[in-house]
């Protein structure tokens, strides 16, 4: 019985995407006949199911990238295309092809309350090339560890090794900034450091193991950039 809800509620808000509005609880809800509390739960659920929080945080960032990089799903000047719910080139099938077995109604969830989408009319549009998990202490910590884990662990790296077996580890700073300039910077800053990202992404994504190849031996490789700047001094996390 709770399978065939959690596949009537997957259904619903196929349904309403296909009717040109935003799939909402209450509009799942009136459709379902399910309590607004209980869809809550079973769409909850759906996203929980398909795996961890750093599983879910990884294939979400495979749709976005594919999103900004598969040419199905981008205008000829190579900006993220609008996409419907359903169909051929659509979101549907963006996320079959980079995020694996998740449903597609999950996927929208984690991406809507990222605020890294938006829906209406029916189709799925773009706001951030890049996914952010949502605002939630859970988030923030998962984030907190993964990251700086990676980075402490280069750092070690690079201390332990001898020359030829670092890794790259390089920053450019400069104490004189004019403060007016930082807002300049960052908006700078972040459309360079993502356009980076994004062609390191694709790099990695074209020199993935074959899943038919019985000797092929995965690894895990990750490649970041952070920006500072002093203003966060004597800051509080939320």
């Avoid at 359903?86 to 079959?96: N, P």
């Avoid at 969830?109 to 938006?118: F, K, P, R």
């Avoid at 807002?183 to 694709?202: D, G, K, M, T, W």
Wanted: proline residues 5%; aromatic residues 8%; negative net charge.
């Amino acid at each position: 019985m709770e399978l065939a809800r959690k596949a009537w509620v997957d259904e619903a808000y196929r349904q309403v995407a296909a009717r040109g509005k935003r799939p909402t609880i209450s509009s799942v809800s009136a459709l379902t006949g399910l309590t607004r509390k209980e869809t809550k739960r079973i769409r909850d659920e759906v996203i929980d199911d398909d795996g961890e929080r750093d599983l879910r945080y990884n294939r979400a960032i495979r749709v976005v990238s594919g999103w900004t990089g598969d040419d199905r799903f981008r205008h000829h000047d190579g900006s993220p295309a609008e996409l419907p719910i359903e169909g051929e080139d659509s979101f549907a099938t963006l996320v079959k092809d980079y995020s694996g077995d998740i449903p597609t109604v999950a996927m929208l969830a984690i991406l809507e309350t990222s605020n890294t989408v938006t829906v209406a009319d029916g189709r799925v549009r773009l706001l951030e090339r890049a996914y952010i998990p949502a605002d939630t202490p859970a988030e923030h910590l998962a984030l907190l560890g993964a990251d700086s884990g990676e980075f402490v662990a280069t750092i070690g790296h690079n201390f332990a090794s001898p020359r030829d077996a670092r890794v790259f580890q390089r920053k450019v700073s400069n104490p004189n900034v004019n403060a007016a300039s930082i807002p300049a910077f960052r908006h700078f800053s972040n459309a360079q450091s993502q356009a980076l990202l994004e062609r390191y992404h694709h790099w990695l994504t074209e020199h993935e193991i074959d899943p038919a190849d019985p000797d092929a031996v995965a690894r895990y490789v990750a490649i970041g950039v952070y920006y500072y700047d002093d203003s966060f001094d004597g800051e509080s996390p939320p």
